[in-house]
């Protein structure tokens, strides 16, 4: 049964610092993998999206994403994080938008 | 940009009523689906439309929820008899093939009371 990981509930960073946030997934074969961003009082919006290809692809907002087959992990990553980048961050696996299975979220909290 | 539309942000109803949630799609696409979160707790697919009827539903979906394009524009996700457990963020998404990446609207907080 496929299954989506994050195991950081919340983490907090100090601005300009650097972020990853943890994905992994179980799946039969290989999935499209999505991050999404959630606001407070928003609805989710699409970070980044691996479907196939370099497995290293680059998102909106200054995001980038790994998808690593051996560790099936999917992690998401950015270099230097604005105090607009804290929100909920939920990473998505699936075969197709009927099949998708979302991530329990992690909670960015930014430092000044 | 084109956004998905989501009306009213907040509904508030009594246990045992009918609540109908409203989405405007984006206008080119072909998919659309309604999601649900519960508060703390993860995304969930709820059913997925296509072609003027259901293609997928998952097993949340049961008898008392039914879907609806009533006309060109609109999508909606009727309740039927609310319980106190159906107290969510319903999400309405659209896309514009089956597989291409979901474009959401900013939710409909229901709370049944």
């Known amino acids: 049964a496929q299954s989506v990981t994050q195991p950081d509930i919340h983490i907090t960073v100090s601005e300009g610092a650097s972020l990853e946030l943890r994905c992994n997934y179980s799946?039969?074969?290989?999935?499209?993998l999505f991050w999404y961003v959630q606001s407070p009082g928003q609805g989710l919006q699409l970070l980044l999206k691996?479907?196939?290809?370099?497995?290293l692809v680059q998102g909106i907002k200054g995001f980038e994403a790994e998808f690593k087959r051996s560790q099936s992990s999917f992690n998401l990553r950015k270099p230097s994080v604005h105090w607009s980048d804290a929100a909920e961050y939920f990473c998505?696996?699936?075969?197709?938008?009927?099949?998708?299975?979302f991530g329990a979220g992690t909670r960015l909290t930014v430092k000044p | 940009e084109p956004e998905v539309t989501q009306t009213p942000s907040h509904q508030v109803t009594q246990m045992g009523q009918e609540v109908i949630l409203r989405c405007v799609p984006i206008?080119?696409?072909?998919?659309f689906y309604w999601y649900r979160q519960i508060l703390g707790q993860k995304v969930e697919f709820l059913v997925s439309?296509?072609?003027?009827?259901?293609?997928?539903k998952s097993e949340i979906f049961d008898d008392q929820f039914s879907v609806e394009r009533p006309d060109g524009s609109n999508f909606t996700l009727k309740i039927r008899s609310t319980k106190l457990e159906d107290s969510a963020m319903y999400f309405c998404?659209?896309?514009?093939?089956?597989?291409?990446?979901?474009?959401f609207g900013n939710g409909t907080r229901l709370t049944v009371t």
């Open positions: 998404a659209s896309s514009e093939t089956e597989n291409s990446p979901l474009h």
């Open positions: 799946y039969g074969a290989t999935p499209y």
């Open positions: 691996y479907f196939s290809g370099d497995t």
């Open positions: 998505a696996v699936g075969a197709g938008n009927n099949d998708m299975r």
């Open positions: 206008s080119n696409h072909l998919y």
């Open positions: 439309f296509y072609n003027n009827e259901i293609s997928e």
